[in-house]
């Protein structure tokens, strides 16, 4: 089984500012990881995702993680934080084979200070 | 273009009564999949399908009931038997194992 730990429930950053929003997992398989991102009553974007091939993966709106496996870790990072980056961000797992579903974090609020 | 898309966005019942959430894709998706997202819990797992006409419990099945008639649609019943089934529901769909999934825009069901 998979589980997901995101460390923070709220993060508040400045506006410029580094974000880093930090996800460790658990899998007893290798893992897929994947970064959602979900605006006010809304579904759920993709960011990124590791599938095995490169452990720095960058994805949209200039949003990257590494992937580090002797960390068990895939934290998500941005160099400068915008207003329109803040949203509930979610850290997923998928592990086991199979087109089961992915084990979700239980979210990381970004919140964007002016 | 291609989606995802759920109806209704909101929706409310009377407790004791059965509702039925639509989720239908145009994404020629293989896999679906129906999440419940309560406030500072993130997303669990209900039900998911790997092919029409198979379906599988996920984390929290119990109270809830699916079919998987048409590729295209997976629609998600709250029954009775959901002792607090006030959330914020989610379909997605992916192409296979492990491709990402796609969400849907949700529906937000309240019992009253």
């Known amino acids: 089984a998979q589980s997901v730990t995101q460390l923070g429930s709220h993060v508040s950053v400045s506006e410029g500012a580094l974000v880093l929003l930090r996800c460790n997992y658990s899998?007893?398989?290798?893992?897929?990881l994947f970064w959602y991102v979900q605006y006010p009553n809304q579904g759920l974007q993709l960011l990124l995702k590791?599938?095995?091939?490169?452990?720095l993966v960058k994805g949209i709106n200039g949003f990257e993680a590494e992937f580090k496996k002797s960390e068990t870790s895939f934290h998500l990072t941005k160099p400068s934080a915008h207003m329109s980056d803040a949203a509930e961000y979610f850290c997923?797992?998928?592990?086991?084979?199979?087109?089961?579903?992915?084990?979700f974090g239980k979210g990381t609020h970004l919140i964007i200070q002016p | 273009d291609g989606g995802i898309t759920q109806s209704p966005k909101y929706l409310f019942r009377k407790e004791g009564q059965n509702v039925t959430l639509s989720c239908e894709q145009n994404?020629?998706?293989?896999?679906m999949y129906w999440y419940r997202q309560d406030p500072g819990q993130g997303l669990r797992l209900i039900y998911y399908s790997q092919i029409v006409n198979d379906f599988q419990k996920g984390d929290i099945a119990e109270g809830y009931s699916v079919s998987r008639e048409k590729k295209e649609s997976f629609p998600l019943t709250v029954t009775s038997a959901q002792k607090n089934p006030t959330a914020f529901y989610l379909c997605?769909?992916?192409?296979?194992?492990?491709?990402?999934?796609?969400f849907g825009p949700g529906t937000r069901l309240t019992v009253l």
């Open positions: 997605a769909s992916s192409i296979g194992w492990p491709g990402e999934q796609f």
């Open positions: 899998s007893s398989v290798p893992p897929y």
């Open positions: 994404l020629n998706h293989d896999a």
């Open positions: 997923a797992v998928s592990g086991g084979g199979g087109a089961d579903g992915l084990t």
């Open positions: 590791y599938t095995s091939a490169a452990t």
